[in-house]
Nanobody, 127 residues
Framework: QVQLVESGGGLVQPGGSLRLSCAASRRTISSYAMGWFRQAPEKEREFVAAITWSGGNTDESDSAKGRFTISRDNAKNMVWLQMNSLKPEDTAVYYC????????????????????WGQGTQVTVSS
């Protein structure tokens, strides 16, 4: 079973940047697809980005395209989400997730298809 721990959240001004980290333990994530989701108060959990086991392919939500970048280092058992040009509507708890295989966007974007989750890290974008 994969254990995931997120870090790097915090308070940032609009237009600023943050880099979220996801550290995996208990087993290697090298064969897993990895992803980021977020959940704002009173809203459903929302897909942000995903990356294949090799890092060779990524998918991002429309709101993340051009601003957020997902990356990974299997040797370090780490995944990151670089977030630039942050907006107040990006405020949410951000979750790291893992699943055993990559799939089409429809399945990637649905939380039910992801097997393992971290506890989340809060990102607040406000002046």
């Amino acid at each position: 079973q994969v254990q995931l721990v997120e870090s790097g959240g915090g308070l940032v001004q609009p237009g600023g940047s943050l880099r979220l980290s996801c550290a995996a333990s208990r087993r290697t994530i090298s064969s897993y697809a990895m992803g980021w989701f977020r959940q704002a108060p009173e809203k459903e959990r929302e897909f942000v980005a995903a990356i294949t086991w090799s890092g060779g392919n990524t998918d991002e939500s429309d709101s993340a395209k051009g601003r957020f970048t997902i990356s990974r280092d299997n040797a370090k058992n780490m995944v990151w989400l670089q977030m630039n040009s942050l907006k107040p509507e990006d405020t949410a708890v951000y979750y790291c997730a893992a699943k055993e295989y990559y799939s089409d966007y429809e399945e990637l974007s649905h939380p039910d298809y992801w097997a393992y989750w971290g506890q989340g890290t809060q990102v607040t974008v406000s002046s």
